[in-house]
């Protein structure tokens, strides 16, 4: 972990606070692409249902990805849902290296999203500003921990 690091981390809290309150009942993350000190793009991921904050900031890139380090505050999603996973744009897209605040403790990405990116040759680095990641997205990790402490329910047959 380098002060570059932590000051570009920083930058991705900022760009997540932005959506606060729209993006439930995902969390609030932001994105920034970055070549050796080079600002490339940057982006958040703006309510439910909208591009998630790798995806917005790729889009928003005048040039090429090729060889970039990727900031985001939270591990990158791998599922389909109301959008494609980020991994798979970030594969496409062809960063070198991202760094990653906190794993998504979402169970259908806890970890998944690191190693589809580390199998594919991509440096990883975790857990930079992890509290400050954690406390800005608490109402949704809190929602996980409800939501994988609950019994799963019994279906009838009749």
């Given at each position: 972990?380098?002060?570059?690091?932590?000051?570009?981390?920083?930058?991705?809290?900022?760009?997540?606070?932005r959506s606060a309150g729209r993006t439930a009942p995902n969390p609030m993350v932001g994105a920034v692409i970055v070549r050796?000190?080079?600002?490339l793009a940057e982006g958040f991921h703006e309510r439910a249902g909208l591009a998630h904050a790798e995806v917005d900031a790729l889009r928003k890139l005048t040039g090429s990805a090729e060889g970039a380090t990727l900031y985001v505050n939270l591990e990158p999603c791998c599922h389909h849902g109301r959008t494609p996973p980020c991994t798979d744009a970030l594969l496409r897209a062809g960063v070198r290296r991202v760094v990653i605040g906190m794993i998504d403790p979402?169970?259908?990405?806890?970890?998944?999203?690191?190693?589809?990116?580390?199998r594919a040759g991509?440096?990883?680095?975790?857990g930079i500003h992890e509290l400050a990641c954690r406390e800005l997205n608490r109402v949704y990790i809190a929602s996980m921990d409800e939501r994988s402490a609950q019994p799963a329910r019994a279906t009838s047959t009749s």
């Open positions: 972990m380098s002060d570059v690091d932590l000051r570009w981390m920083e930058r991705c809290l900022e760009l997540a606070a050796g000190e080079e600002l979402n169970p259908l990405v806890s970890g998944k999203g690191v190693a589809i990116l580390q991509i440096e990883v680095a975790i």
